[in-house]
C-alpha cells in the first residue's frame, strides 16, 4: 500500500505574520517533511508551536493580508502554494481534506447535517441534491452514525459531540480525498469518545489509504496511530523519527519532556516530570537553540549556536545535547 | 470641544456595534441543553416574560384592528356626517353623541372610525418603511461583510456619514425634497433612514462570521465564495438584524407620525393617518385637547408595544442575560 514517491512533499516552509509595529513573527520557519500515500504523520507541539499554522498554510487557508508564507508544498508534483485562487478552491475537500477541532462550531448551526454532506458531493462530484443523499447516508453510515436515513436530516446541535466529529470525518471523507489532515480532532471531545473517533479514523485510513497528517499535543493520540512523527517546537522540527523509536528513545530533551509529563498508571507514586515555563519564553532561533531556557540539560553552546537538523538512520534532530540513549 | 454632531453620530455606532457584538456568541456557538436549539430556549423564556407577552399583546391586537379597519369602521373616515353641527364660531369641534362615541373632527368626520382606519396606514407605513431599510440594510451589510477591504471601508464610510445625521433630520430633509407629498415619500424617507442601522448591524454579524470556525471548515472543503457567503454566512448573520427589525418597526412609526404631522406626508386627509390628525388638532388643543389625545395615545402604546416586544426578544437571545 506504502509507495515511496511521496504524496505531499513540504520544503523549507516558512511563514510571517506581519505584526504591526513590531517584528514580523516566524510562526512556522523551515519546515520539511514528507507523507507517502497512506502514511499517517504526526505534527506534535505545545500550543503555538506551529502545528496548526502549518496545516492552514497546507491548506492554503492563512488570510492573505499580512502573512508570507514561502517554501514549496508539493501534492503529487504541483506546488500548491504556487496554485491559483480557484485552483486551489477546487483542490481542497477533492484532493485534500481537514477535520477541524471543535465538531460543534465547524458546522453549520442552521444547516442540517444531512445537506452540509450533500454541499461538499454538489460542488467536487457534480451531483444533484438529490442524487447526493443517498451516497451522504452511506458515508455517515461508514463513520458510524446509527439510524443515517434520519439523522441526515438533523441540525449540528441535534447530535452530540462524537457524533458531530463523526459527520465532520463523513463531510471530510465525502470526496475520497488523498489526504487528510486532523487538526486535533479529539480536544474537544471526552475521553471514551476519543478513543471512538481515533479508531474510526485508523480504520478509515487503513480502508481507503488516505494519507493522514495528524495535528495533536497529545503524544497518546500520536502512539496509537501514527507511522512518523514530528516533534516541532517554537516553528521548527525537533525531532523526527518512526513512532516506535522516537518513543523508546527520545533523543530530544523536548521530546523526553513531553513524555515525562504524560501520566501513567504504571509508576505509582512518582511524580509527573512537567517542562518548566511556557512557549513565551522562547529564544528567538537565529543564534540558540529556542527551547534552551525551559531545556533540562542546557549546554552553553545551546545559547550561542543554532542546532541544526542532522538525519541519520531514519531519525531527524536538532540538539547540542542530547538525551543519552539508556543502555 | 466635540462636535455634537460627531459624538451623537460616534454614540449611536457604538449602540449598534455592541448589539451586532452580543450576538456573536449566539449565533456561533450554541451550547445549549441537548436538544434544545437557541430559538426553544428562548421561546422558553419569552413565553413567561410579562414584558414580552404585553408588548405581543399590544403588537398582535394592532395589526388585527389594521387589517380589519374598513369593516369595524363604525362610519367612513372620508364622509363628515356632522358636518351641519359644525359652528366655526361657536362650536368648531361637534362633541359626542349617539353612534359617534369620540365626537366628529372640525370638518364633521368620525373621530373613532378616523382612529381605526389610521391603524391601517400607520401599518402600512411601519411595515413598509422597516422592509426598505431592511433590504438596504441587507445588501450594503452583505457587501461590507462579505467582502471586506475596500468595499468595506466605502460602505461603512456612507453609512457613517448618515448615521452622524440624526435620523428625524435627515427623514424630514429627504421627504421635503419630494415635489408631490405622498404615503410613499414618508415610507422611502424613513426607508433611507434606517438603512445605515440595518447595514452596520449586519456588516458586524458578517464579519464575526467571517472568521468563525464553520466557515473556515467550508473554505477548507473548497466550497465556492458565494455558496459561503449565502449559505454560510448570511443566514447566521441574520438573527439580531431579524430583531432589530421589530424594534425599528416601532421608531419608523414614530418617524412617520412626526413626518406627518409636520405636513410632509399624504397631503389627502380622507385617507387619515395618526401623525396627520395629531398635526390637524392643533389649532384646536387649548379647547379641544381630546382631538390630539387619541391619536398620540395609539401612536405611544402601538409604538410601546413593538418596543417591548422587540427589546424582550433582544434579550432573550442574547447569551449574555442568561441565567
Known amino acids: 500500500m506504502m509507495s515511496d514517491a511521496p504524496l505531499l512533499s513540504v520544503e523549507d516552509l516558512t511563514v510571517t505574520f506581519g505584526r504591526r509595529g513590531q517584528e514580523p513573527f516566524r510562526a512556522v520557519d523551515g519546515v520539511s517533511f514528507q507523507v507517502r500515500p497512506g502514511q499517517t504523520v504526526g505534527l506534535v507541539g505545545e500550543s503555538g508551536c506551529g502545528k496548526s499554522v502549518t496545516s492552514l498554510a497546507i491548506m492554503g487557508l492563512l488570510p492573505q493580508r499580512g502573512n508570507t508564507v514561502s517554501g514549496r508544498v508539493d501534492f503529487e508534483g504541483t506546488n500548491l502554494l504556487e496554485l491559483s485562487t480557484d485552483d486551489m478552491r477546487d483542490r481542497r475537500g477533492r484532493d485534500i481534506a481537514m477535520v477541524f477541532q471543535d465538531p460543534l462550531s465547524s458546522l453549520n448551526p442552521v444547516v442540517p447535517v444531512g445537506v452540509q454532506v450533500t454541499e461538499v458531493l454538489e460542488r467536487h462530484r457534480g451531483m444533484t441534491r438529490k442524487a447526493a443523499m443517498p451516497v451522504a447516508a452511506d458515508l455517515l453510515r461508514r463513520v458510524g452514525i446509527p439510524d443515517p436515513d434520519r439523522r441526515i436530516k438533523d441540525y449540528p446541535h441535534q447530535m452530540s459531540g462524537g457524533m458531530r466529529q463523526r459527520a465532520l470525518i463523513a463531510i471530510a471523507l465525502a470526496c475520497a480525498p488523498r489526504l487528510l489532515i486532523a487538526d486535533e480532532p479529539t480536544t474537544a471531545l471526552d475521553v471514551t469518545i476519543q478513543a471512538q473517533i481515533l479508531a474510526l479514523l485508523k480504520e478509515l485510513v487503513e480502508d481507503t489509504g488516505t494519507a493522514l497528517i495528524m495535528i495533536t499535543h497529545d503524544l497518546g493520540v500520536v502512539a496509537g496511530l501514527c507511522d512518523e512523527v514530528n516533534v516541532l517546537y517554537g516553528g521548527r522540527i525537533v525531532e523526527r523519527g518512526a513512532r516506535h523509536p522516537l518513543f523508546r528513545d527520545p533523543r530530544h530533551p523536548y521530546t523526553n519532556g513531553l513524555l515525562g509529563s504524560i501520566p501513567r498508571l504504571d509508576a505509582v507514586g512518582e511524580r509527573l516530570t512537567p517542562i518548566p515555563g511556557s512557549v513565551a519564553d522562547n529564544l528567538p532561533w537565529d543564534h540558540a537553540c529556542a527551547f534552551a531556557p525551559r531545556c533540562s540539560q542546557p549546554i552553553e553552546r545551546c545559547t550561542q549556536v543554532t542546532p541544526v537538523l542532522e538525519e541519520s538512520f531514519g531519525r531527524a534532530l536538532r540538539c547540542h545535547n542530547p538525551v543519552e540513549v539508556p543502555r | ?323
Open chain 2, 1 to 323: 470641544m466635540t462636535d455634537p454632531l460627531t459624538s451623537y453620530g460616534q454614540s449611536r455606532k457604538a449602540r449598534i456595534d455592541a448589539l451586532a457584538a452580543t450576538s456573536v456568541a449566539e449565533s456561533g456557538t450554541v451550547e445549549e441543553a441537548p436538544g434544545l436549539s437557541l430559538i426553544a430556549s428562548a421561546w422558553q423564556r419569552l413565553r413567561r416574560n410579562p414584558v414580552f407577552l404585553l408588548g405581543a399583546f399590544i403588537t398582535v391586537a394592532f395589526v388585527l384592528l389594521a387589517l380589519v379597519a374598513p369593516w369595524v369602521a363604525p362610519h367612513d373616515p372620508a364622509v363628515g356626517y356632522l358636518l351641519d353641527k359644525v359652528r366655526p364660531q361657536s362650536n368648531p369641534v361637534p362633541g359626542p353623541e349617539p353612534g359617534f362615541p369620540l365626537g366628529a373632527d372640525s370638518r364633521g368626520r368620525d373621530l373613532l372610525s378616523r382612529l381605526i382606519v389610521g391603524a391601517r396606514q400607520t401599518l402600512i407605513v411601519g411595515v413598509f418603511a422597516t422592509l426598505g431599510g431592511f433590504l438596504g440594510g441587507l445588501v450594503l451589510g452583505t457587501l461590507a461583510g462579505a467582502f471586506g477591504g475596500w468595499v468595506d471601508s466605502l460602505v461603512m464610510r456612507i453609512v457613517d456619514v448618515m448615521l452622524s445625521i440624526p435620523s428625524l433630520l435627515l427623514a424630514v430633509s429627504i421627504s421635503a425634497l419630494a415635489t408631490r407629498p405622498s404615503q410613499w415619500t414618508v415610507i422611502l424617507a424613513i426607508a433611507i433612514v434606517q438603512i445605515p442601522v440595518f447595514a452596520r448591524l449586519l456588516r458586524g454579524s458578517m464579519l464575526s462570521q467571517r472568521s468563525s470556525d464553520h466557515v473556515l471548515a467550508a473554505r477548507a472543503l473548497g466550497i465556492k465564495q458565494s455558496a459561503i457567503v449565502f449559505r454560510h454566512m448570511l443566514p447566521n448573520a441574520l438573527g439580531p438584524v431579524i430583531v432589530q427589525a421589530t424594534l425599528v418597526l416601532a421608531v419608523a412609526i414614530i418617524d412617520a407620525a412626526a413626518l406627518s404631522f409636520l405636513g410632509l406626508g399624504n397631503p389627502d386627509d380622507r385617507k387619515p393617518e395618526w401623525g396627520q390628525m395629531l398635526g390637524q388638532s392643533q389649532q384646536y388643543l387649548a379647547d379641544y385637547p381630546h382631538l390630539a389625545f387619541w391619536p398620540a395615545a395609539c401612536i405611544i402604546v402601538v409604538a410601546l408595544g413593538f418596543t417591548l416586544m422587540g427589546e424582550s426578544t433582544r434579550e432573550a437571545l442574547d447569551p449574555k442575560s442568561r441565567r
